[in-house]
């Protein structure tokens, strides 16, 4: 399925086991000039793995959503200050890539770590896991109605977004149904218990999520959309043989749904802004009997990003997308430097190699037209 990687591991930063091929732009490229993205949704880990994975992050964009599902989970202020610390101490010389970081809700979060929170300025927002509904989310909220409203209502006082894993996980509902569920079930009544609440609904998959997060008022909720579920349906979990590289929670959804997200984002709405969902796995645990969820699209999001409005016509729409409607929502300002995207075909690596092995990108060994220039 995907050729084996041969590249010599060369210290702790991750090298491409292939070299992208990078062609000199002609007469026809094109450029485009973006305001510096932000990643609003991404799983950084932890140890190796951080190390492997934050340069291309790093590289082009200026700051993300550092998701807290690490083992064990970043439920306090205090975890987050010393995981944050641990980031910046993993970045590569001279990056200005600042971490926004999120607590991880659980039954027992008080209201009092949410002033902590707020206080440390450096939390930004706190995730909501539902139990079991995704990697590392045992910890996570069991019954939010029961649990959380005086946390959830602290999080107002101090407009703190809660993101939302929106699945249910009642394993007699359908694993393609369990967004539209979720909404119906939790999120929806609980926007209307909360309607100061403010809402990012994650990794939004599906017409339902688009219709509900457009019917609520606008700088309340809103939704970050990754690459995979604007570029690929569930086909693609199938087409020649199971790929386990495509799996991702939640899961693709049919190609309906997947049209109705790129319609959304490319409308040039405020309510969708880039969240990739980065989420890295060592190959092994990708390619296994009970393999983890989760694609590694860090190193080719912006370019995946460019393809979509690209091929909607509506590249005019994208720094709109990338850079501002992410910091326009959290209150936060706009970047005030460039990157550049120019349009120059590279091919993907077939993996990345680092001290523990190897992670496959989304993507691996295809060739994209849109390439970012790096820090
Ligand atoms: O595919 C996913 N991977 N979805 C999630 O919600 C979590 C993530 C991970 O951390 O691996
Ligand atoms: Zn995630």
């Given at each position: 399925m995907h050729s084996s990687a041969v590249s010599s591991f060369s210290g702790p930063v991750i090298t491409p086991a292939s070299k992208p091929i990078i062609r000199k732009p002609t007469a026809a490229s094109m450029e485009l000039k973006l305001t510096k993205p932000d990643d609003w949704h991404l799983h950084l880990r932890d140890g190796d793995l951080l190390q492997a994975v934050l340069p291309h992050t790093a590289s082009s964009f200026g700051r993300a959503i550092v998701m807290p599902n690490l083992k064990p989970p970043i439920t306090t202020t205090a975890a987050a200050v010393a995981y944050r610390d641990s980031i910046l101490g993993a970045l590569p010389t001279g990056s200005g890539f600042d971490p926004l970081m999120t607590l991880y809700l659980t039954?027992?979060?008080?209201p009092e770590e949410i002033e902590l929170a707020r206080r440390s300025g450096v939390v930004f927002a706190v995730k909501l896991y539902p139990?079991?509904?995704?990697?590392?989310?045992?910890?996570?909220?069991?019954d939010i109605f029961g649990k959380c409203i005086p946390v959830l209502e602290q999080m107002i006082e101090h407009s703190m977004p809660l993101l939302v894993h929106g699945e249910?996980?009642?394993?007699?509902?359908?694993t393609f149904d369990r967004e539209r569920v979720f909404i119906e079930t939790i999120l929806a009544p609980l926007i209307q218990k909360l309607p100061q609440l403010k809402v990012v609904m994650e990794h939004i998959t599906t017409m339902e999520a688009v219709k509900f997060v457009e019917s609520c008022t606008e700088g309340s909720v809103a939704a970050t959309v990754t690459p995979q579920h604007l570029l690929?349906?569930?086909?693609s979990l199938f087409q020649g043989g199971l790929q386990p590289h495509n799996y991702c929670l939640p899961v693709l959804k049919r190609e309906t749904h997947r049209q109705a997200i790129v319609k959304a984002v490319t409308s040039?709405?405020?309510?969708f802004f880039l969240g990739t969902d980065s989420a890295p796995h060592e190959r092994q645990k990708k390619e296994c009997s009970c393999g983890c969820a989760g694609i590694y699209s860090a190193p080719i999001a912006l370019s995946l990003y460019a393809k979509v409005f690209e091929e909607a016509g509506a590249l005019d729409k994208l720094e709109a997308f990338t850079s501002f409607n992410g910091p326009d929502f959290y209150g936060l300002q706009r970047n005030t430097s460039k990157i550049v995207l120019r349009r120059s075909p590279w091919r993907v690596p077939d993996s990345y190699q680092f001290k523990s092995g190897e992670i496959v990108p989304m993507f691996a060994g295809e060739t994209l037209e849109w390439l970012p220039s790096t820090d």
């Open positions: 039954d027992n979060t008080s139990a079991g509904a995704t990697t590392n989310s045992q910890d996570g909220v069991t249910v996980t009642d394993p007699k509902v359908d690929l349906n569930r086909n040039g709405s405020k309510r």
